[in-house]
């Protein structure tokens, strides 16, 4: 499964975040690993989308998308060095696929700052100078390797170069992924080395009050963290919401003066931050979104939902959510015909409601 890996100084939020993450689990009850998994959290794609299926389809049961958050402890100063929990901490997060970094926000006079003072920028730096010297110990590795193997013509001299542009990056403090377009570096000459930072960053701001309701000071951090994305959450506060049923949830967030919980918020942007979407299928049992990458053919999101789906793959028959919603009914969108059959060329839409046709 694709998850997303938690960082982040201690004492920022991380655990009353991923806390939230968890038990926000125990409501999506379909997922088993989670239990078995303490350390993996599961949040649901929020998708107005499927009340509508649902009620189009009159199904009994409405199943969501999901995103997967990793808690991975304890990164300090010095853990590309050993410190703390070091290498261990290198290894997991070297698994995940995106990285959310957890940046303290917030004033309290109580939770006392690892370095003395609440300042984001300086945290990221820190963080973010752990994961750029790991990098670099991997590129020292692998670059007078490679250089051998240029010489007696076994690799490919773009690939040297590519690390090589890779390491002055890097030197200069920059991480990959926040370079990449400005620098436009080869990232699928990098792909084998599982650079930490050439992995997609979120930034997640455990924010208070004074920071939620200031848009001026939201857009310096946007600012700061551009390319990468950042969601203003207040941690403590999601941690309560996950406790109350929908309509409490909600009007604690309306007088906290937000339209959406953060978790909601941390799962659209981790979404699109691995460059996914989701086609839907609807039926009288379920109506249930699908997760695929960008760019996926028909075949390929068929495969999602079993692998004999896309190995039998024959055609699929489809109508986007917005023509549905407008006829109200399958036959309805088929009379108007909106109801299209594509062949297994078909790059999937978001928003795609689909049934495959396929031999087994
Ligand atoms: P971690 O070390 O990053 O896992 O941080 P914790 O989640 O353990 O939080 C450290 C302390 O900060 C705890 O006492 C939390 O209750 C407190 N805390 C976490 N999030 C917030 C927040 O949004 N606002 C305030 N005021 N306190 C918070």
Sequence with gaps: ALTIGIVGLPNVGKSTLFNALTRNTVLAANYPFAT????????????????????????????????????IAGIVKGASEGE??????????????????????????????????????????????????????????????????????????????????????LERGDTI???AEREKL????????????????????????GVLGDEAKQQQ????????????????????????????????????????????????TGFSTLGLQTYLTAGPKESRAWTIPVGATAPQAAGVIHTDFERGFIKAEIVSFEDLDAAGSMADAKAAGKVRIEGKDYVMRDGDVVEFRFNV
């Design 84 to 169: 703390g929990l070091g290498n261990q901490f290198l290894a997991n997060i070297r698994e995940a696929h995106a990285i959310a970094q957890v940046v303290r926000a917030f004033d309290d006079p109580d939770v006392i700052h690892v370095d003395g003072e609440v300042d984001p920028a300086s945290d990221m730096e820190t963080i973010n100078t752990e994961l750029i010297l790991a990098d670099l110990q991997t590129l020292e590795n692998a670059i007078p390797r490679l250089e051998k193997q240029v010489k007696i013509k076994k690799a490919d001299p773009a690939k040297l170069a590519a690390m090589q542009q890779a390491q002055t990056v």
């Design 36 to 71: 078995i998994e303490p350390n993996i959290g599961v949040v649901n794609l929020p998708d107005p989308r499927l009340d509508r299926l649902a009620e189009i389809h009159g199904s009994e049961r409405i199943l969501p998308a999901t995103v997967s958050f990793v808690d």
């Design 221 to 268: 951090l946007r600012d700061l963290v551009a390319p990468a994305d950042a969601v203003f959450l207040d941690a403590k506060l999601e941690a309560e919401l996950v406790e109350l049923d929908e309509e409490e949830a909600k009007e604690m967030l309306e007088m906290s003066g937000q339209d959406e919980a953060g978790l909601d918020k941390l799962a659209r």
């Design 186 to 209: 080869e990232l699928d000459q990098l792909r084998d080395l599982s650079l930490l930072t050439a992995k997609p960053f979120i930034y997640v701001f455990n924010a208070d009050d």
């Design 177 to 179: 992924f926040g370079a």
